[in-house]
């Protein structure tokens, strides 16, 4: 299956998660590769900006920006399924729940909690298992391919 991995930057469990599911023969996108955006390539000092507002809202349509959402994109129309790594920020929400939007197969997957989050149960699986997101992956691929599960 193609599988987009929506997570944090800061997120310790995201790599884990892209590397099992590559080992089980998924395609997945991951955003940390080596033509990952990150806000530092816009501005330096990104992290002042919750007190200028504006510098925000215009680093958004720096070249770098626009390149990282186009990415982001390409990759969330691709995919056939999301798997949403918590604990994540609102970015990693907005791609969940775009994908849900689409008719994706969406899974949460929660390995450790910041603080609980209601919205989760409109995820197709909520599970603290990966071994539970991958045995879901691998039916679901099989069942696209038209194999018996």
């Known amino acids: 299956m193609k599988v987009y991995v929506a ?12 590397f099992a599911l590559r ?9 940390m590769d080596c033509e990952g955006f ?11 900006w919750p007190q200028d507002i504006q510098k925000y809202l215009a680093g958004l349509e720096h070249p770098c920006a626009l390149r990282g959402f186009g990415r982001d994109m390409q990759h969330l129309e ?3 399924a999301c798997v949403y790594v918590m604990p994540c920020g609102v970015s990693a ?21 910041r ?11 909520v599970t603290s298992d990966l071994t539970v997101v991958r045995e879901v992956l691998r ?9 018996k599960p």
């Open 115 to 125: 603080e609980p989050d209601l919205m989760v149960k409109i995820a197709d699986l």
């Open 93 to 113: 929400s907005l791609e969940a729940g775009w994908c849900k939007g689409q008719g994706k197969l969406l899974i949460v997957y929660v390995p450790a909690l």
């Open 7 to 18: 997570s944090s930057w800061r997120n310790n469990f995201q790599p884990q998660v892209v």
């Open 78 to 80: 691709w995919c056939e």
């Open 139 to 147: 039916h679901q691929g099989r069942k696209r391919a038209g194999k």
């Open 38 to 48: 990150h806000w530092s390539e816009v501005d330096p000092d990104w992290k002042e």
């Open 23 to 31: 080992q089980d023969g998924h395609e997945v996108y991951d955003f």
